[in-house]
């Protein structure tokens, strides 16, 4: 799968991504991939060659650039550490509303100017954290996202006035959430509420379970199941042709 690595400036520095293409003659529709928590790593690059493969060009970011030299976890351990899980989690911190919406026009404006990119609106979609920075893009950049799909994403409805659900009536993007069972980051409840502000703003969703645990999608994630992952990717692929015209 061709593929590069490159940087992007933004208003914080420069974010290293890499592009992964499909084969063959373009131009096709964009999407930015978000990972989970534990960053960038040889299985999301997997994963973005593998969408890729299905028709999309897939810009894969550091989303923890600012922080300086990177140190992968083993999602295997990571959770376990005390001193890993305290890394993890202050970095995620890092990553506010604010600073991901930047980072995000930074990456859709990097799209935008590839000439293997076709069209103005992009696709996104996340894992865990990744998952809740793609539907809060969602009504955030409203104008530059055009599908939006989060799985087994956290977040995603609080009661921070930042909540991506009190969003809702700002999104155009058609949003699919894929929710893991015995979730505590993303609860039926928190569906119930995300339903009904989403169905109330008119947006284009749906909203799915899966029966395996928080992680279900992500090969290097202890709980990774793989009949879940494969449903994953037929949803995602409904969902990108849909919206996405090539």
């Known amino acids: 799968m061709p ?20 084969t063959g003659a373009g131009p096709w529709p964009g999407v930015i991939m978000f990972p989970d928590a534990g960053g960038v790593r040889d ?8 969408l890729a493969d299905a028709g999309y060009v ?5 989303v923890y650039y600012r922080e300086g030299q990177w140190i992968a976890f ?24 604010d600073r991901t919406t930047r980072d ?17 609106r992009f696709g996104v979609c996340g894992y865990c954290m990744g998952g ?19 799985f087994h994403g956290g977040g995603l409805v609080t009661d921070r ?35 009904k502000a989403l169905t109330a703003a008119g947006v284009e969703h749906r909203i799915e379970w899966y029966r395996g645990a928080h992680g279900f999608a992500v090969p290097d994630n202890p ?15 409904q969902v990108f042709a849909a919206a996405l015209p090539r």
């Open 223 to 237: 709980p990774f199941d793989e009949a879940c992952a494969e449903r994953h990717w037929a949803a995602l692929a």
């Open 104 to 120: 995000a026009d930074a990456l859709f404006d990097y799209l935008a100017g590839r000439p293997e990119v076709t069209g103005a």
């Open 132 to 150: 809740r920075i793609s539907v809060l893009l969602a009504g955030r950049l409203p104008e530059r996202v055009a599908a939006a799909a989060s």
């Open 58 to 62: 897939v810009l894969l970011p550091d």
């Open 161 to 195: 006035p930042d909540s991506p659900h009190l969003l809702a009536d700002r999104m155009r993007a058609a949003v699919y959430i894929g929710g893991a069972e015995n979730d505590q980051t993303f609860t039926a409840e928190d569906a119930e509420q995300l339903d």
């Open 3 to 22: 593929n590069i690595t490159d940087g992007v400036s933004t208003p914080d520095g420069n974010c290293t991504v890499r592009l992964f293409t499909p």
């Open 74 to 97: 083993d999602m295997a351990t990571a959770f376990g550490d005390a001193a890993e899980r305290t890394r993890l989690m202050s970095l995620i911190a890092t990553l506010t509303p």
């Open 43 to 50: 299985t999301f690059e997997q994963m973005a060659a593998r």
